[in-house]
Nanobody, 123 residues
Framework: QVQLVESGGGAVQPGGSLRLSCVGS?????????VGWFRQAPGKGREGLSC?????????YADSVKGRFTISFDTADKNTVLLQMNSLKPEDTAVYYC??????????????YGQGTNVTVSS
């Protein structure tokens, strides 16, 4: 069974950091595909945050997280993608999802999502 499972969410104070993990199972290996991170805040639509291409490792970031978040394939585990989140702000509070488009590049629609992990940034 193909699935994506996110972990690493939690509560953190403004200015703090979290590292989210996305683990794929049932895939050949997750790093064969482009993987993206998305979030949905209460009462808002889903926002695309970042993507990493499996073809060449190219990364993309939304302006809202550029310079603060870093996406990467876990070098120790080909089925894991990481999202390092630094300098967190209250407006980063949301449910965070990883997804894949089963392609190598980030320019195709993401159709397969995990169940999400909650991130709360509050003092």
């Amino acid at each position: 069974q193909v699935q994506l499972v996110e972990s690493g969410g939690g509560a953190v104070q403004p200015g703090g950091s979290l590292r989210l993990s996305c683990v794929g199972s049932g895939f050949f290996t997750l790093d064969d595909y482009a993987v993206g991170w998305f979030r949905q805040a209460p009462g808002k639509g889903r926002e695309g945050l970042s993507c990493i291409s499996s073809a060449d490792g190219t990364t993309h970031y939304a302006d809202s997280v550029k310079g603060r978040f870093t996406i990467s394939f876990d070098t120790a585990d080909k089925n894991t993608v990481l999202l390092q989140m630094n300098s967190l702000k209250p407006e980063d509070t949301a449910v965070y999802y990883c997804a894949t488009n089963f392609r190598q590049f980030c320019d195709s629609e993401f159709t397969f999502y995990g169940q999400g992990t909650n991130v709360t940034v509050s003092s």
